[in-house]
Antibody, heavy 124, light 108 residues
Framework: QVQLQQSGPGLVKPSQTLSLTCVIS??????????WNWIRQSPSRGLEWLGR?????????DYAVSVKTRMTINPDTSKNQFYLQLKSVTPEDTAVYYC??????????????WGQGTLVTVSS | SYVVTQPPSVSVAPGKTARIPCGGN??????VHWYQQKPGQAPVLVIY???DRPSGIPERFSGSNSGNTATLTISRVEAGDEADYYC???????????FGGGTKLTVL
């Protein structure tokens, strides 16, 4: 059974870096038929896609414009997991963060598997 | 940027049919995906590529997409279907994933 298990701190201070890990079981971060995403959800912003990493002969990353300058998503093939780093956080970054697997065609992609979610609060 | 709009709430009696719309400019030209989210849980994919159901999702869940509206239809609604439902598209012109604001389905 394919699962995504998230971990990371629930409290981050303003201006610091938010770091989360998503461990993949039952699939591979290097899969040629999947991509690995981070999505967050807050009452003010709803569901917001943040970015993804995927392998298609080489590694690729896509990021949402809203976080592109602050965000890094990296795969770790040795541990079959991937990471989120969001720099210079503010209280606006307070949200439940999800990792998710996507499937895609030439014209679209959708999220068929989600992690359990991690509530991250940005506060001093 | 592309915007999709959902009504905040839909109510339906048990055993009846619920229809949850997702509106967007010429959304029929895009592929729409739907998620169910119960309180305290992660979203679950219930419809992808407008009309396809993942394995394990009951046949009572179906989707359609034409013109400016995509619709998630839940037939023979059960109490366990009470949840928030979100539509999602990929706006290729902006390379951007877009989620609707969600519709809370209440089973009366």
């Amino acid at each position: 059974q394919v699962q995504l298990q998230q971990s990371g701190p629930g409290l981050v201070k303003p201006s610091q870096t938010l770091s989360l890990t998503c461990v993949i079981s039952g699939d591979s971060v290097s899969s040629n038929s999947a991509a690995w995403n981070w999505i967050r959800q807050s009452p003010s912003r709803g569901l917001e896609w943040l970015g993804r990493t995927y392998y298609r002969s080489k590694w690729h990353n896509d990021y949402a414009v809203s976080v592109k300058t602050r965000m890094t998503i990296n795969p770790d093939t040795s541990k079959n997991q991937f990471y989120l780093q969001l720099k210079s956080v503010t209280p606006e970054d307070t949200a439940v963060y999800y990792c998710a697997r996507d499937r895609e065609t030439a014209t679209t992609f959708w999220f068929d598997l989600w992690g359990q979610g991690t509530l991250v609060t940005v506060s001093s | 940027s592309y915007v999709v709009t959902q009504p905040p709430s839909v109510s339906v009696a048990p055993g009846k049919t619920a229809r949850i719309p997702c509106g967007g400019n010429n959304i029929g030209s895009k592929n729409v995906h739907w998620y169910q989210q119960k309180p305290g849980q992660a979203p679950v994919l219930v419809i992808y590529y407008d009309t396809d159901r993942p394995s394990g999702i009951p046949e009572r869940f179906s989707g359609s997409n034409s013109g400016n509206t995509a619709t998630l239809t839940i037939s023979r609604v059960e109490a366990g279907d009470e949840a928030d439902y979100y539509c999602q598209v990929w706006a290729s012109n902006s390379d951007h994933v877009v989620f609707g604001g969600g519709t809370k389905l209440t089973v009366l």
